[in-house]
């Protein structure tokens, strides 16, 4: 399957938009665990 600049930078941009909303120092997704 064959991803798209665009596919990736939408991703990209939501991951950051979601991630910014967060009050803590650490992030858990379905891809792993992010410390902020």
């Known amino acids: 399957m064959r ?5 990736v930078r ?3 941009a939501l991951t950051a938009r979601w991630a910014g909303q967060t009050t803590g120092g650490t992030v858990f997704s379905a891809a792993g665990l992010w410390p902020l």
């Open 10 to 12: 939408a991703v990209n």
């Open 3 to 7: 991803v798209s600049h665009a596919t």
